[in-house]
């Protein structure tokens, strides 16, 4: 019986120190300016998933003014000096539960401090994120703006390249570039002008630049696809990343600038394939009902790295769908443009 108890301890004794990793969880910390419009993603969230948020750190729990939940995400419209602390979002399903801590620390001036530090080496080709996914995702009015220590850069585009998505590419930096770089993002929502922003520190290296694959869009370019509203229809992006994977590689697609994930009717893949020695990155986007409002608008197939930003461009046309024999089919997968 002894012997039965401590195999008992020994087998629970993994499970309450993991418990108890979990209770001294840290908080991930965020740098926001006060007067910002800031959005805070539970991150972990699985469809269908509850997620419910509260103030932490203290006995009253309920979201200060100016403070709201909308579609799972914290908005704080605007950041206000009372907001200042920890924020405990919970997930819950039928299977399991999980919770995520929080804490917001609050700059005075327009650029908040950075929260990242990057480095990449002198004359290399590599970028800046703007990131800040649940501002570019809003269906609203924006405008990317970088500032270097605070103060606007004039954007020569000999030496920088700033992306729809805020990516700022250098070309060739110097050691002068190192410093603290914030990325202001300007939304218009409900007739009201917020700003988002997200600040990095760089420095930059006087070592040799690492060697990056570059990215070849394949198709779509500019390609103009027949689909019938109501029907079915796929899309496909093709393009070549070199002789290797590369795990930083990102995919997705975008309707007149609006993530695929906003409409139930769109849904999106993407694999590395292998072919004679290349790699290619190839994403499908399906439709599931062609909507009025997805014909004669910028769709478009992103692919990312850390050092470059592409896309691939289409639009859906209304026309008929055939296969080589002149039949009628009911899904565009096979469309002939």
């Known amino acids: 019986m002894a012997a039965a108890r401590l195999c008992l301890l020994a087998a629970l004794l993994p499970l309450a120190v993991t418990l108890d990793?979990?209770?001294?969880?840290?908080?991930?910390?965020?740098?926001?300016?006060?007067?910002?419009?800031?959005?805070?993603?539970c991150s972990f969230v699985d469809a269908g998933a509850n997620v419910t948020w509260e103030r932490g750190g203290s006995s009253n729990t309920s979201l200060p003014a100016g403070v709201e939940v909308?579609?799972?995400?914290?908005?704080?419209?605007?950041?206000?000096k009372s907001h200042e602390g920890e924020y405990n979002c919970k997930r819950s399903n039928k299977l399991d539960s999980a919770k995520r801590k929080f804490r917001l620390s609050l700059s005075s001036g327009q650029c908040p401090d950075p929260r990242e530090i990057l480095s990449f080496p002198m004359g290399s080709s590599e970028g800046l994120p703007c990131k800040q996914t649940e501002i570019f995702r809003l269906n609203a009015t924006k405008k990317v703006r970088w500032?270097?220590?605070?103060?606007?850069?004039?954007q020569n585009e000999e030496q920088v390249i700033v992306s729809e998505n805020g990516f700022m590419r250098f070309n060739a930096p110097s050691l002068e570039d190192s410093g603290n770089y914030t990325c202001l993002i300007d939304v218009s929502l409900d007739g009201k002008t917020y700003t988002a922003a997200r600040s990095i520190q760089l420095t930059v290296k006087n070592e040799p630049p690492d060697f990056f694959q570059e990215i070849h869009i394949l198709k779509p370019q500019k390609a103009k696809i027949p689909v019938q509203v109501g029907m079915r229809a796929e899309l496909q992006c093709l393009a070549s990343i070199g002789p290797s994977e590369d795990s930083e590689i990102l995919m997705f697609w975008t309707v007149n600038t609006t993530l695929t994930e906003d409409y139930e009717e769109l849904s999106e893949s993407w694999k590395f394939i292998s072919n004679s020695g290349v790699v290619y990155a190839q994403s499908t986007l399906s439709i599931s009902k062609v909507l009025p409002h997805f014909l004669n608008v910028p769709?478009?197939?992103?692919?990312?790295?850390?050092?470059?930003?592409?896309?691939?461009?289409?639009?859906?046309?209304?026309?008929?769908?055939f296969l080589k024999k002149k039949k009628k089919v009911s899904s565009c997968k096979y469309c002939l443009v």
């Open 70 to 80: 909308r579609d799972g995400l914290l908005w704080f419209l605007p950041v206000e």
């Open 147 to 154: 500032m270097k220590e605070c103060h606007p850069m004039q």
């Open 21 to 41: 990793n979990y209770h001294k969880e840290e908080a991930d910390t965020y740098h926001v300016s006060v007067g910002h419009l800031f959005l805070l993603s």
């Open 299 to 321: 769709i478009k197939c992103h692919i990312t790295s850390p050092v470059e930003s592409e896309f691939g461009l289409a639009w859906l046309i209304e026309g008929q769908c």
